[in-house]
């Protein structure tokens, strides 16, 4: 299983956009082949600041997903908003306490 963890920092005037947009979005991107969890998680300090913390089967579910048209309009429209660059890890679990 692969973990994926995006941050992605909007411009002030971007981020209620960006939220409605979401709430759309997310049970679709839920669906994707490979796709076993999605959260969405804002900081409690800057609210312009918005991860998504998402597991994945493979690499090869999470590149089909990214290599959808649909990632590509979402990700057109979404990167618009943006204050920063977006950072990106791929990650694989260590530990889990259950």
Known sequence: MLIR???MVF?????????????????IIRQFEGCRH???????KNPCIVFTYSHWESEEYLNAYRNSDFFQGVWTATKKGFAEKPQAWSLDSVYHLA
């Open 38 to 44: 999605l959260q969405i998680l804002q900081d409690q």
């Open 5 to 7: 963890v995006v941050k």
């Open 11 to 27: 411009k002030t005037t971007e981020i209620t956009d960006f939220l409605a947009r979401l709430e759309q979005n997310v049970p």
